[in-house]
């Protein structure tokens, strides 16, 4: 059984359209993330729910917007996507102190 | 605030060698501390943590890791490395009590036949 499934896997577009990422987590947890990995394997948090409820908001431009319609689900909207937005984009889950379970990712380029 | 460094983008070791990847965190009370590896073309995976109790921890696949507090450090260390081991490893903190988590730069781990 898969504990975190991102949606797609691979994501090529053009500049300024808008897309979306899915991901799901099966292990129960109360918080999950995105992350942004880009081409020098640099991690970088983007944002964070707790119980659906959005607790970590870093400096990331406002064209991007999650949403946690409920605790096993956070999905990723990209507007007007820009080249600089080419990267791996990572979901991840944890509960308490434990560590996060991280989905497979979802590269995305933008031509 | 919270940092993490890890020491050396890249180490080369030979197989059945001592593999000692190395991981500094600066922050005024020990936080929580994570190693994670990254196989090519997927996600990380969590290969141990220290949250409290026992300094030597144990992780998966014959990894260990020690918390020295005086050094401020968590340095990830296996016996004898085998092929297999070929990936990147992020050192991660995160205060205690907070959500988020910071990782470091990464260490990519090469071993030679």
């Known amino acids: 059984d898969t504990a975190v499934s991102q949606t797609p896997k691979y994501l090529v577009t053009q500049m300024g359209n808008d897309k979306s990422i899915k991901c799901e987590q099966n292990l129960g947890h109360d918080t999950m993330y995105w992350y942004k990995q880009d081409s020098k394997k640099f991690l970088k948090i983007m944002f964070s729910?707790?119980?659906?409820?959005?607790?970590i908001n870093e400096t990331v431009p406002n064209r991007f917007s999650p949403k946690s319609p409920d605790k096993a689900h956070l999905n990723l909207h990209i507007n007007s996507l820009e080249l600089g937005d080419s990267a791996v984009y990572f979901c991840a889950s944890s509960q308490d102190t434990g560590g996060q379970y991280f989905g497979p990712g979802t590269r995305l380029t933008v031509t | 605030a919270q940092s993490v460094t890890q020491l050396g983008s890249h180490v080369s070791v030979s197989e059945g060698a001592l593999v000692l990847l190395r991981c500094n965190y600066s922050s005024s009370v020990p936080p929580y501390l994570f190693w994670y590896v990254q196989y090519p073309n997927q996600g990380l995976q969590l290969l141990l943590k220290y949250t409290t109790g026992a300094t030597l921890v144990k992780g998966i696949n014959g990894f260990e890791a020690e918390f020295k507090k005086s050094e401020t450090s968590f340095h990830l260390t296996k016996p004898s490395a085998h092929m297999s081991d070929a990936a990147e490893y992020f050192c991660a903190v995160r205060p205690l009590g907070g959500f988020k988590t910071i990782f470091g730069a990464g260490t990519r781990l090469f071993v030679k036949a």
């Open positions: 729910y707790n119980n659906k409820e959005l607790i």
